[in-house]
């Protein structure tokens, strides 16, 4: 058998059993892509992160994503998490990752946890008769970026947490997040995600959807930052904070297990 180092973390929550669940691995060099979706699929989370130290000098790792369906382009909660993982284990203020089509990311600590910079992703106005159908409510505003993020603003917060879409009907759209948002009760803004394309229904909390909402909402709002709940089942939280190019997304994280995975030799 071949013993890989695993570690299980709750990421953007102060708690465990709240926030997303996130599976890190650091490998020692990479395995075969249906290894590592075989891997994703077993442990079952919305992501698991691989990591491999990184040859080229740009930064300290490098980082690749899986769902249990897919690998994806950029995973925000995951990446917290494996920032928890190599801070806590080996020491220092900030760590680097390279990754294959999200670009440079870092996570830092900061006073009230860690600090993860993404890269802001933009909408704009549009429509999607088809979607906002299967959404069982119809939203004040749609806006949609090329990268298949979209942003349903609602009203209230209890517009959102009534939703109850049809989840097989939106997954045959395609792999895109399904971003529904409004003004929050408790915090500056709410949301709930949806991405049952990419293998998750309902995410528990979408650090990606966060890179997105950051833009939005600091628009919307006229300010560079405010406070945020996604409000799953889990329910998790995060400060967003727009800094040039970059959203600033800060929150906790709380590691579950620490333990060996066993893969079979061939």
């Known amino acids: 058998m071949i013993r890989l180092p695993y570690w299980h973390v709750d990421a953007f929550a102060d708690r465990p059993f709240a926030g997303n669940q996130a599976a890190v691995m650091p490998l020692d060099a990479w395995?075969?892509?249906?290894?590592?979706?075989?891997?994703?699929?077993?442990?079952?989370?919305?992501?698991?992160?691989?990591?491999?130290?990184?040859?080229?000098?740009?930064?300290?790792?490098?980082?690749?994503?899986?769902?249990?369906?897919?690998?994806?382009?950029?995973?925000?909660?995951?990446?917290?998490?494996?920032?928890?993982?190599?801070?806590?284990?080996?020491?220092?203020?900030?760590?680097?990752?390279?990754?294959?089509?999200?670009?440079?990311?870092?996570?830092?600590?900061?006073?009230?946890?860690?600090?993860?910079?993404?890269?802001?992703?933009?909408?704009?106005?549009?429509?999607?008769?088809?979607?906002?159908?299967?959404?069982?409510?119809?939203?004040?505003?749609?806006?949609?970026?090329?990268?298949?993020?979209?942003?349903?603003?609602?009203?209230?917060?209890?517009?959102?947490?009534?939703?109850?879409?049809?989840?097989?009907?939106?997954?045959?759209?395609?792999?895109?997040?399904f971003i529904c948002t409004a003004p929050g009760a408790r915090t500056d803004v709410v949301s709930r995600v949806f991405v049952p394309g990419g293998g998750v229904d309902e995410d528990s909390f979408t650090g990606s959807a966060h890179a997105c909402l950051t833009h939005f909402w600091t628009e919307r709002l006229g300010r560079d930052s405010f406070t945020a709940h996604q409000a799953s089942h889990r329910g998790g939280d995060a400060t967003c904070r727009r800094e040039g190019d970059r959203a600033i997304l800060g929150g906790q994280c709380v590691t579950v297990v620490e333990g060996t995975f066993l893969l079979p030799q061939e």
């Not at 600590?109 to 008769?129: F, Q």
Request: aromatic letters at 8%; charged letters at 30%; glycine letters at 8%.
């Open 31 to 177: 395995l075969d892509e249906a290894t590592l979706l075989a891997i994703a699929e077993e442990n079952n989370f919305a992501e698991t992160a691989f990591l491999v130290k990184d040859e080229t000098g740009e930064a300290d790792w490098e980082l690749r994503w899986f769902t249990p369906t897919m690998e994806i382009r950029l995973c925000g909660h995951a990446t917290l998490a494996s920032g928890h993982v190599l801070l806590e284990r080996d020491g220092g203020d900030r760590v680097t990752f390279r990754t294959r089509r999200a670009g440079l990311l870092e996570v830092a600590r900061s006073e009230a946890g860690y600090e993860l910079g993404l890269p802001l992703i933009e909408t704009a106005p549009d429509s999607w008769p088809e979607a906002v159908a299967l959404l069982g409510a119809e939203p004040r505003e749609i806006w949609l970026s090329p990268e298949r993020y979209g942003v349903y603003l609602f009203d209230s917060e209890e517009q959102v947490r009534a939703l109850d879409p049809d989840l097989r009907g939106l997954g045959k759209l395609g792999d895109d997040q």
